[in-house]
């Protein structure tokens, strides 16, 4: 990523840790220095999805699966992986992103999905406290997840496992998901 790891006084000597979402507002990381590789299944959303990337400076690769990505992700370079949750040819975004990490150990991602967090985690789709974007979504505000991605510790470094969904919490996750008055 373009964002160093270690800070580099003006003399040259180390100054510390990588950079906190904070500084990185104070020192802007160019878009274009940031790679992207977008897995949507949906044709609309993927082509928004790279129109509001383009339009943001962000160089951007799209797949509408998990296999096409994984099939292509050694001729393609990225930094940051934006997935969407549910996908079809039997490989969800949570584990695409496991597959990938384990053989890019910097990467950083962010799941997009339409579902509540909630309903996504019970059903162990999602690692909590991963970066998730809701669908729709606005330009400004996947610029400002991407900001603090770059920012971030990589996917596995900063995610811990969901809970292990049962009948329990799937039940609760149903309810607070579901409509007003109803269950």
């Known amino acids: ?4 790891r270690e800070k580099i006084r003006r003399d040259g000597e180390r100054a510390g840790p990588s950079p906190t979402v904070a500084t990185l507002h104070a020192r802007q990381v160019e878009p274009n220095s940031v790679r992207v590789l977008v897995v949507e299944d949906e044709p609309n ?4 999805v790279m129109t509001q990337l383009t339009s943001l400076g962000y160089p951007a690769t ?11 992700q050694a001729k393609v370079e ?13 490989m969800n975004g949570r584990e695409l992103a496991d597959k ?14 339409g579902y509540s967090r909630q309903a996504i985690e019970v059903q162990g789709m999602l690692m909590e406290g991963a970066n998730l974007l809701h669908k729709p979504f606005r ?3 996947l610029a400002k997840k991407l900001r603090e991605i770059v920012a971030s510790e990589p996917y596995l470094r900063s995610s ?19 409509y007003a008055g109803r269950s």
């Open 78 to 90: 990225f930094d940051i992986l934006v997935t969407d949750i549910v996908l079809p040819g039997g």
């Open 1 to 4: 990523l373009p964002i160093a």
């Open 100 to 113: 990938l990490a384990a053989q890019r150990s910097d990467l950083r991602v962010l799941f997009t999905s």
């Open 139 to 141: 330009k400004a505000e």
């Open 45 to 48: 959303v993927r082509d928004l």
């Open 160 to 178: 811990r496992p969901a809970p292990t969904p049962t009948l329990a919490n799937w039940r609760d996750g149903w309810r607070a998901t579901s």
């Open 62 to 72: 799209a797949f509408p699966d998990a296999p096409s990505a994984l099939h292509s």
